[in-house]
């Protein structure tokens, strides 16, 4: 990393107590249908933010190649890691995301989404910089008040995808969202998407030598963690249907008082045999044991 090529990144995230607190106050069948439909984002919530070593990764990306270089060593977060990691692949099909033709207005996917009237929704409605959202509290209010499970859930999952996966508009939930999420029961992949505006937003900031990321901080942290030390291979649970890479991440203490200068001395001094090649959380369903003639 040269100097004169810093970056400035902010990492500015929506404050996520008021999420966790409906989440710990819902029981355990509520929870499993949210688990059955949209994977584990919940254990997004509680994956801190470490602003010090983001500010420090941000130097390293390089946006040429759409990876992160220290030293020697390339590596970027994959679609197959990041579908581990939420816990997806059940419950999606083989089609990622694009934005199609003939979009939706953002007030017929919000009663789609929340089942409520047309007038509901158009006083709701709010313009916020140069696109449409909805506040976070008016959907607070509606996952309190709705006695309908299924749709509290679809709409507390919409809001995970909001404040937490695309925080584009801190306490606000952006339009571009609800089109994502209104195709997920299409079959749809989130997870390209998210990748997507994770390198977007990264290379933007590194090109401008300043900006906020608004990609979803907590999974490429969360990645991050699961390459970048000696970690202790992981046990026989991972074959268990109901091992959570994300939730044995949340569960793991960190160190949470290294400068930002601290962690670029850290990265600048990684050697190969620092890095952890393949997350030990990740089980292959293909192994490519042979090409042509060569093994």
Not at 251 to 258: E, F, G, L, N, P
Request: aromatic share 14%; hydrophobic share 40%.
């Amino acid at each position: 990393m040269e100097d004169n090529a810093a970056v400035r990144v902010c990492v500015t995230q929506n404050d996520l107590q008021e999420l966790r607190d409906i989440w710990n106050s819902w029981n355990g069948e509520v929870k499993q249908l949210f688990y059955c439909n949209y994977g584990d984002l919940p254990y997004l919530i509680n994956v801190k933010v470490d602003k010090y070593l983001f500010r420090a990764l941000a130097q390293f990306w390089n946006p040429a190649y759409s990876c992160f270089t220290f030293r020697g060593v390339d590596l970027v977060p994959t679609v197959e890691e990041y579908m581990a990691l939420l816990n997806c692949p059940k419950i999606q099909a083989d089609r990622a995301y694009s934005r199609p033709v003939n979009v939706p207005p953002f007030l017929k996917k919000l009663m789609n989404i929340t089942g409520m009237s047309d007038q509901w929704v158009a006083t709701r409605i709010k313009k916020k910089g140069d696109s449409k959202c909805i506040p976070w509290r008016n959907l607070r209010d509606f996952i309190l008040a709705h006695p309908n499970s299924k749709k509290r859930v679809d709409v507390f999952a919409l809001s995970l995808y909001g404040l937490i996966v695309f925080p584009k508009a801190l306490e606000h939930i952006d339009e571009a969202v609800s089109d994502l999420f209104d195709r997920l029961d299409k079959g749809t992949k989130p997870v390209p998407a998210i990748l997507a505006e994770t390198f977007r937003s990264l290379n933007t900031c590194r090109r401008a030598g300043e900006g906020r990321f608004i990609g979803c901080a907590q999974l490429l942290l969360a990645w991050f963690h699961s390459h970048f030390w000696k970690v202790e291979k992981v046990s026989y649970w991972v074959f268990s249907k109901d091992y959570s890479p994300l939730r044995e991440l949340v569960a793991t203490s960190r160190w949470d008082d290294i400068s930002e200068e601290r962690w670029i001395t850290i990265l600048q001094n990684l050697w190969t045999e620092d890095v952890e090649w393949r997350a030990p959380w990740l089980i292959p369903n293909e192994i490519l044991y042979r090409c042509g003639d060569f093994d």
